[in-house]
């Protein structure tokens, strides 16, 4: 089946076992409480899924298999004389649960190299969009113009035995990740380079190849792929992309349909559009102070001005993280490292200073800190990047290594289709007055 095929079925086997004798011995213990809150307001805090991959902790961030985000800049395998990690790396990791070796992440980005082909219908679907279109839709409709080559669809038609049903989805997630990064290219260059294309180059790996075909051969920007693919992977499964693509796999809808579903979740404003919305008000915050480098008392201004005007300041704050984001924190260290005198970058770390406290100070926010969003932008600005409604789509690719491992894990694992239970406010009411018992109890 392939080394890191092999390797998959047989943790999953082990972890399903597992499962099986947890769920015989506990399967009945409460393991929370939902509050009324909880069920209005998005259902924060409610525990009901379980992501193998990562795990986010509201004081540490996010963990990819217990490893921490500096832990993984210096553990996984990097190309030659390169000092971030490859992300062939962490898909590996979040799939297998181990730290892989070299020769295991060479084998993945080979795999990935011989996948990548996208068929010629994939590009004229995309084709057929205005030349207008959001860069996101135009992804998701090249992903579903892709379904075609579902090994998933196929199979389970012809009648497939739900124990294989893992086997199809892990090839399909090879499959389409080895070819997003071709289908993203293709539209930035489609869009924004007057669909001047570049062909891939089979010799680079996964993220170098994608810098390359989207015209960029600095080899620091291929770094910044690097760690940006890594650090946008994954965020647990309870986020919109995440908990979307594993809905809609639940139906055992095939790897193509549920990921796609999930992009769209995550061209969201309040998601992945979000470090579109970061850098475009960092852009007008420059032009109203007629500045490219505003000093801290004119950005708590400004900051000020946004507030009172009912908005927000974009890539502050989380619904869990309560400190500072470590991929955050990581893309500040790349950018003092690479671009420390850039006008841009250090508005980036002058805002930073300046907005926690004067969030703090308004006593309602629980997080004034900065989020993923509220440094990645800057950093693509400075190489040339300016396109700002294509970040999403660089975060799209990326998110696909983290929802895509996990769904391999939910059919490894023979998760069910998810279905909650909800009830309407008529109802609430009548269990408030103690007329019924909406929870079951």
């Not at 597992?18 to 929370?32: F, S």
């Not at 809150?37 to 540490?60: F, K, P």
């Not at 102070?289 to 908005?311: C, H, M, N, R, W």
């Amino acid at each position: 089946m392939g080394i890191v095929k092999d390797r998959f079925k047989a943790k999953a086997d082990l972890m399903a076992a597992e499962i099986k004798e947890l769920l015989k011995e506990h399967g009945n213990k409460v393991i929370g409480e939902v509050q009324l809150s909880q069920v209005y307001q998005g259902m924060r805090g409610i525990t009901g899924l379980v992501t193998e991959t990562s795990l986010l902790d509201a004081q540490e961030g996010i963990r990819f298999r217990g490893y921490s985000i500096p832990e993984l800049r210096e553990k996984l395998p990097k190309v030659p004389g390169g000092s971030e990690p490859l992300p062939e790396g962490l898909f590996y990791l979040m799939l297998v649960g181990e730290l892989p070796s070299e020769d295991d992440v060479q084998h993945v980005t080979s795999v990935w190299q011989r996948r990548s082909h996208v068929p010629t219908h994939v590009f004229h679907t995309i084709e057929a969009l205005p030349i207008n279109s959001h860069p996101m839709t135009q992804f998701v409709v090249g992903v579903m113009a892709l379904q075609t080559e579902s090994q998933f669809a196929k199979n389970y038609a012809a009648g497939m035995n739900k124990k294989d049903y893992w086997d199809a989805v892990f090839d399909d997630s090879m499959d389409l990740i080895a070819r997003l990064p071709r289908i993203a290219a293709y539209i930035y260059r489609r869009k924004y380079r007057f669909g001047d294309h570049i062909q891939p180059n089979g010799l680079l790996d996964w993220s170098g190849n994608f810098a390359h075909m989207m015209g960029y051969n600095d080899e620091s920007f291929k770094e910044l792929m690097r760690l940006y693919m890594t650090i946008h992977a994954d965020h647990e499964g309870g986020n919109v992309s995440a908990h979307t693509t594993h809905l809609v796999g639940s139906a055992l809808s095939d790897p193509y349909l549920s990921y796609a579903s999930g992009m769209n979740g995550l061209a969201g404003p309040l998601h992945g559009l979000a470090n579109q919305e970061v850098i475009k008000w960092i852009f007008d915050l420059r032009e109203e102070l007629k500045t490219d480098l505003p000093s801290k008392e004119q950005i708590a201004e400004y900051v000020k001005k946004t507030l009172s005007e009912g908005k927000v300041v974009p890539g502050y704050g989380h619904a869990v993280l309560r400190k500072t984001d470590p991929r955050f924190t990581a893309q500040m260290e790349f950018g003092k490292k690479h671009m420390p005198d850039d006008p841009l970058v250090q508005t980036i770390w002058n805002v930073y200073e300046t907005v926690p406290p004067i969030l703090q100070s308004l006593g309602k926010i629980k997080n004034p800190w900065p989020n993923v969003d509220a440094h990645s932008g800057a950093l693509l600005v400075h190489y040339g990047m300016k396109e700002y409604e294509f970040y999403t789509v660089l975060f799209a690719v990326s998110r696909a290594l983290g929802v895509l491992a996990s769904l391999c894990w939910d059919r490894a694992l023979g998760f069910p289709l998810e279905r909650p239970k909800s009830v309407t406010t008529g109802l609430v009411k009548q269990w408030l007055e103690g007329k019924d018992n909406i929870w079951g109890e």
